[in-house]
């Protein structure tokens, strides 16, 4: 039987990409979950409830639930995130910076927030970071420093968290092919479709593994950060295509 087996988890931005994966893997191991996203009708889940990360009401009612349901939590993954546009900062809008940071931050920090009080001994919160939470570049600026700030915000916690028995991770993925470009450029499939032509990105599969491989370290071992990206690439703007 493996260490996960009977354990619960809430995943949030589990409708698509690596939030989706993740849930998944988890079930796989014996993992009841309990899914959030907006689009309640993609998710699959032991529990699937309707999710926007920015609304406190809306976070607050999912949590209630999903611990009642569920009957305690052991592990919260802080899926939930986005990216909007590729254009140099001076034509960002203020739309656009408060949607970014409110989800990919402040929902965030809210989600983990409200699951804090319900986790079991040997909880666990994993926080899906980014490379360009490590190392900027260009045209990306609201979606850097939002992960920057989840960046920031891990490390904090782990400070305040020490002497309780709550793991803390930011997995960090660089290009996975997933809807964040489609997401990125406001349902322009084609400019989402070169983000990964010419070069093997990671699958959600591959981030979920990275997930699981923290979560299932023994209870004394905490992966703080785990960096993964596709071979053929070096950087966040850097990357080998073969055409
Ligand atoms: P994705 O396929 O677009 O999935 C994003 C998920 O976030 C969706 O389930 C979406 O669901 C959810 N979401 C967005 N806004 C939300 C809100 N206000 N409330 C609740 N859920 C919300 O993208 P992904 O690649 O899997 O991204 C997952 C995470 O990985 C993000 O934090 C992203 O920044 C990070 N990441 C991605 C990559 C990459 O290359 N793909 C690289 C590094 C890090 P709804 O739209 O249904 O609400």
Request: glycine residues 10%; hydrophobic residues 45%; negative net charge.
């Amino acid at each position: 039987m493996g260490v996960l087996q009977g354990k619960t988890a809430i995943v949030t931005g589990a409708s698509s990409g690596i939030g989706a994966a993740t849930a998944k893997a988890l079930r796989r191991e014996g993992v009841r979950v309990a899914v959030g996203a907006r689009r309640a009708d993609r998710l699959e889940g032991d529990l699937a409830l309707e999710l926007d990360v920015t609304d406190p009401a809306s976070c607050e009612r999912f949590v209630e639930r999903a611990v009642a349901e569920l009957g305690g939590l052991d592990v919260l993954v802080n899926g939930a995130g986005l990216a909007l546009g590729r254009d140099s900062f001076d034509e960002s809008t203020e739309e656009d910076e408060q949607v970014v940071l409110h989800t990919n931050v402040d929902g965030l920090i809210r989600m983990t927030r409200l699951c804090l009080p319900h986790m079991r001994l040997w909880g666990h919160i994993v926080n899906l970071g980014s490379i360009a939470g490590r190392q900027a570049y260009e045209h990306a600026a609201l979606y850097v420093a939002s992960k920057f700030a989840v960046r920031g915000f891990t490390y904090a916690l782990r400070e305040d968290l020490l002497g309780r028995p709550i793991r803390i991770t930011t997995v960090d993925p660089g290009l996975v092919e997933t809807d964040f470009s489609l997401v990125r450029f406001r349902g322009d499939s084609e400019k989402a479709r070169a983000v990964y032509a010419g070069v093997e990105a990671m699958r959600p599969e591959d981030v979920a593994e990275c997930i699981l491989f923290a979560l299932t370290r023994p209870p004394h071992v905490n992966v703080d950060e785990l960096v993964v990206k596709a071979l053929a690439q070096s950087s966040g703007g850097r990357i080998l295509r073969t055409e």
